[in-house]
């Protein structure tokens, strides 16, 4: 039983079956009650969850404002239409435009990355 429990934690979202077969081997090696030990990795177990969900709350504003501030340049280009410019002409049709525009791009990308990583790694973390 506690081999095919210990088989069944290694699969995504059943992390709690590990503490379940550590639980059911002491108990049965020794006759020591199951249930209080069952109760507490369920505990253990919700406040782990409690602990991701505002974990999640909490990286959810960093994702928005880097997903916003990577919008921004296209408002900017807007706006210079708006205005009666044409930046897509000078982004497109000049090599200091263009270089400006791969950079923006590239840059724009680079820090999306950061970002996801970073919380990504935070989220690694527990």
């Known amino acids: 039983m506690v081999e095919a429990l210990r088989a ?16 059911w081997s002491v108990a049965h090696g020794t006759g020591a009650g199951l249930a ?5 990795a369920v505990s253990a177990d919700r406040e782990d969850d409690e602990v991701r969900t505002q974990l999640a709350a909490h990286l959810a504003a960093p ?37 400006c525009l791969t950079c923006g ?7 999306l990355l ?5 919380a990504a790694r935070v989220e690694a973390l527990l």
């Open 36 to 40: 209080e030990s069952l109760r507490r």
């Open 8 to 23: 069944d934690a290694r699969m995504p979202g059943c992390g709690l079956l590990l503490a379940v077969s550590a639980c």
């Open 105 to 111: 791009i590239g840059l724009t990308l680079l820090g």
């Open 63 to 99: 994702r928005a404002t880097a997903r916003m501030l990577a919008g921004l340049p296209v408002l900017g280009l807007i706006l210079g239409i708006a205005m009666g410019g044409d930046p897509l002409a000078w982004l497109l049709g000049t090599p200091l435009g263009f270089g």
């Open 114 to 118: 950061w970002t996801s990583r970073i």
